[in-house]
């Protein structure tokens, strides 16, 4: 059975910080591209960051680079979106992401609100 099991999100202020958890299980995480998207209310879904099987490659959205970092640990079957310098548009549920092949896993989103 897939799993993607996001954590971590939660309420704070402009400024701060966060770091989400993604869980993974039921698929072949260490060869799947992981994303993070977040999707804002009245907003389309958009993709925040990516990073390679391997880790050696990541893409940010321009809003969010500089402030945002993804990584992953293979071994645990897990990713991890740091973010820094929080906005109050920075508001939205974060979804955790997988791509292998023809295959795509989505997480059920973890609520990511700034404000003070």
């Known amino acids: 059975q897939v799993q993607l099991v996001e954590s971590g999100g939660g309420l704070v202020q402009p400024g701060g910080s966060l770091r989400l958890s993604c869980a993974a299980s039921?698929?072949?995480?260490?060869?799947?591209?992981m994303n993070w998207y977040r999707q804002a209310p009245g907003k389309e879904r958009e993709l925040v960051a990516s990073?390679?099987?391997?880790?050696?490659?990541?893409n940010y959205a321009d809003s969010v680079k500089g402030r945002f970092t993804i990584s992953r640990d293979n071994a645990k079957k897990m990713t991890y979106l740091q973010m820094n310098s929080l906005k109050p548009e920075d508001t939205a549920v974060y979804y955790c992401?997988?791509?292998?092949?023809?295959?795509?896993?989505w997480g059920q989103g973890t609520q990511v609100t700034v404000s003070s």
């Open positions: 990073m390679s099987s391997y880790g050696d490659s990541t």
């Open positions: 039921g698929f072949a995480f260490s060869s799947s591209i």
């Open positions: 992401n997988a791509r292998r092949l023809t295959f795509v896993y």
